[in-house]
C-alpha cells in the first residue's frame, strides 16, 4: 500500500512522536510506502519511508494549526495514495488517529481545575474554536472514513460529544517497542544513568516523562512529595515546558531532590534507570510513556482520566489515581511503591502486561482497517 501519515512532528521525543515513529517504520519493514507529511522531522534512513516537507506559519497555535491542515490538504491532494491518515486534525483524511483524544472533552475536564475567570476566558479563545470546528468536521461530515480512538475512553468522549455512528469509530490499542523498552536495560543504564544523575542505589528514582504539564499533572506530583512520609526518594522529571513556574511548587528541602531534565533520544535509558513511573494526568488519551514504562519493567501511578487506566489491575501492574490534584492520596500511593519487596513482583506483572500491546497487533489491526476501506471502495 501506499499510505500517507499527517503528523506536524516527525520527531524522536515525545510520546505520540515515538508511536508514529515506531508505527511508520513498523509498516515500511512490512513493505509499505510510507510518505510522512510534517513541518519538523527527524530524518528516517528507511528505503521505504519518504518525508514531504509541510509549511506551517509560527506565529502562533492559532496560525501554527489552520495553516498546517491548509498545506497538509494542498500537498497530500496532489498526490495518489491508497490511504491518507492523519494524527492532525486536518481538513481531509481518510482515517483520523485520535491520538489527542476528544478536545471538547479535554476543555471540560480542563475547567475543573482553572478559576472562574480563567475558565470564562478560555472557551472564546479562537485556537480552541479552530481544534472545535476541525474536530467537528472529522467526527460528523462523514468524509472521514474511520476515527480510530486509543482507548474506550476516548471513544466514549467522542460519541458523547458528536453525533456519528458508533461503527464509524474503531478501538486500536497503542503498540509498545518490546525490544527497545525492555527490563534488560537494567543491567546495561541502571548503573550508568544513576551515576550521571548523582543517585545513589539505596535511593528510589521515580520518573515523570511527558510535555504539555499542565495536562499530564505534573503541579499534583510536585505537591505531593511533601505528603511522603519515607525520605530516600528522587525525582526525575522529564520534559519541555515552564520549568520554574511548576519546581516552585516543591518545597526548598525538596527542590534539591529533584531533576529536570530536557528530552532525551534514548529515553529507554531513564526508564532502566527508574524504580517507579508516575503520571497523574488530567486528561490523557492513553498515555505512551505509561505503556513504555510497563514495558520496561516499571510499576506505574496514573489516574483515571488516563486511557491506560482501562488495562491495569490496581496494585498488580501500578495504582490508579481517581482524582489527580488529591495530592495525599498520590503521596499515598507513593509510600507504597517505596518498598521494593512491594515493587518486585508489579515489575514482572507490569512487563507481561505490556507484551500484549506490541507494534506488531498495532500495525495488524491498522492494515486490516485500511484493507476495508480499500474494499469497499
Known amino acids: 500500500m ?32 510510507i510518505h510522512i507529511f510534517a513541518n519538523q522531522w527527524t530524518p528516517s534512513n528507511h528505503p521505504n519511508i519518504k518525508i514531504h516537507a509541510v509549511r506551517a ?37 481518510d482515517v483520523y488517529r485520535a491520538g489527542d483524544g476528544c ?17 470564562f476566558f478560555f472557551r472564546f479563545s479562537f485556537f480552541h474554536q479552530l481544534i472545535l470546528g476541525l474536530e467537528k468536521r472529522i467526527f460528523e461530515n462523514g468524509e472521514c472514513k474511520k476515527i480510530i480512538a486509543i482507548s474506550e475512553m476516548v471513544k466514549r468522549d467522542i460519541l458523547k460529544h458528536y453525533q456519528l455512528p458508533e461503527d464509524r469509530v474503531r478501538l486500536v490499542y497503542n503498540g509498545v517497542d518490546l525490544h527497545r523498552f525492555n527490563p534488560s536495560n537494567r543491567k546495561s543504564f541502571r548503573g550508568e544513568l544513576r551515576q550521571q544523575l548523582r543517585i545513589s542505589d539505596e535511593e528510589v528514582m521515580i520518573l515523570f516523562v511527558g510535555s504539555g504539564f499542565e495536562r499530564k499533572g505534573l503541579e499534583y506530583l ?15 522529571l522529564v520534559g519541555k515546558g515552564k520549568w520554574k513556574r511548576y519546581l516552585d511548587f516543591a518545597s526548598k528541602e525538596n527542590r534539591g531532590k529533584i531533576t529536570n531534565l530536557e528530552p532525551i533520544d534514548e529515553i529507554e535509558k531513564l526508564y532502566a534507570a527508574a524504580d517507579f513511573f508516575v503520571l497523574p494526568s488530567i486528561y490523557e488519551p492513553f498515555g505512551n510513556a505509561n505503556l513504555e514504562a510497563l514495558a520496561s519493567g516499571l510499576p506505574i501511578i496514573t489516574s483515571r482520566n488516563c486511557g491506560v487506566a482501562e488495562i491495569i489491575t490496581p496494585q498488580k501492574e501500578g495504582i490508579i489515581l481517581e482524582e489527580p490534584s488529591d495530592s495525599e492520596a498520590m503521596a499515598k500511593a507513593i509510600d507504597y511503591l517505596m518498598d521494593s519487596k512491594t515493587r518486585e513482583p508489579m515489575r514482572q506483572s507490569a512487563r507481561l502486561l505490556a507484551e500484549k500491546f506490541t507494534q506488531e497487533r498495532n500495525a495488524s489491526e491498522m492494515l486490516q482497517i485500511y484493507q476495508e476501506l480499500i474494499d469497499h471502495q
Do not use: C
Open 222 to 236: 510536585i505537591k505531593s512529595v511533601q505528603h511522603v512520609k519515607q525520605k530516600n526518594w528522587r525525582l526525575v
Open 2 to 33: 501506499r499510505i500517507a501519515v499527517i503528523r506536524q512532528k516527525f520527531v524522536n521525543y515525545g510520546g505520540a512522536e515515538q508511536f508514529v515513529s515506531g508505527y511508520t517504520n513498523q509498516l515500511a519493514s512490512m513493505g509499505h510506502a
Open 57 to 93: 506559519i509560527k506565529r502562533n497555535s492559532f496560525l501554527r494549526v489552520l495553516s498546517f491542515a491548509w498545506f497538509a490538504l494542498r500537498s497530500t491532494s496532489s498526490k495518489s495514495f491508497d490511504i491518507v491518515q492523519s494524527h492532525e486534525r486536518t481538513w481531509s483524511q
Open 103 to 119: 478536545h471538547r472533552e479535554w476543555l471540560e475536564r480542563r475547567a475543573r481545575y482553572l478559576p472562574f475567570v480563567k475558565r
